[in-house]
């Protein structure tokens, strides 16, 4: 799906795929989509392209987060209610 660099023999990397070719990071900074579409975009899209369901429950975990700390930021609120 993404493409990466080919590994260099003798590397560390425990990823067998070799590192991606492009900073995702960067990617998210240069296009037009707000960080919630972002994060609404990648946890829609995300279980295509995982094997593991370990995995895709630390990348759920991970966006569940993310997405939290992204509404608390924007809605105006600071109490303790979460709801």
């Known amino acids: 799906y ?3 660099r080919k590994q260099k023999s ?5 990823d067998p795929r070799g590192a991606l070719d492009f900073d995702p990071e960067k990617v998210l900074l ?3 989509m ?3 579409s972002a994060i609404s975009f990648l946890e829609y ?3 295509d392209f995982f094997t ?3 995995d ?3 990348a759920f975990l991970r966006y569940s987060d993310s997405a939290f700390f992204h509404d ?7 109490g303790d209610s979460i709801c």
């Not at 608390?72 to 600071?78: A, E, T």
Request: proline letters at 3%; a negative charge.
């Open 2 to 4: 993404a493409k990466r």
């Open 45 to 47: 899209h995300c279980p």
């Open 10 to 14: 003798g590397s560390n990397c425990s």
């Open 34 to 36: 707000g960080l919630g």
């Open 30 to 32: 240069e296009s037009e």
């Open 56 to 58: 895709l429950s630390d």
């Open 52 to 54: 593991d369901i370990t």
């Open 72 to 78: 608390r930021s924007y809605d105006g609120s600071h």
